[in-house]
């Protein structure tokens, strides 16, 4: 599966983006879709999961109460919703994808960058 990240921008703290993560190919044997982030000099981190057959979600302690990640299956698209952005989530941000039967994030988006500073 193919994966095509969009929506990054600079915004001012407390501001909201919604990033979206458009993915093609098969994409039938998607078990889970995800978005990562990672910030300058820091290691890359989940940030939430979503299983993409039944719509199960998690997030990382930072984000929780913040973000909210979504899919359509019709448009084989994964939303990520952040709000109340703070200077700490400025980073890139992936999409990733998992396929059924495997423990590893095997599909990657191209990153987009989220800066958030006044």
């Known amino acids: 599966v193919q994966l095509q990240a969009s929506g990054g921008g600079l915004l001012q703290p407390g501001g909201s983006l919604r990033l979206s993560c458009t993915a093609s190919?098969?994409?039938?044997?998607?078990?889970?879709m995800g978005w990562f982030r990672q910030a300058p000099g820091k290691e890359r981190e989940v940030v939430a999961t979503?299983?993409?057959?039944?719509?199960?979600?998690s997030y990382s302690d930072s984000v929780k109460g913040r973000f909210a990640i979504s899919r359509d299956n019709t448009k084989n698209t994964v939303d990520l919703q952040m709000n109340s952005l703070k200077p700490e989530d400025t980073a890139v941000y992936y999409c990733?994808?998992?396929?059924?039967?495997?423990?590893?994030?095997?599909?990657w988006g191209q990153g987009t960058l989220v800066t958030v500073s006044s």
């Open positions: 979503i299983r993409w057959s039944a719509g199960s979600t």
């Open positions: 990733a994808a998992q396929r059924m039967f495997s423990n590893t994030w095997g599909s």
């Open positions: 190919g098969r994409t039938s044997n998607t078990y889970r």
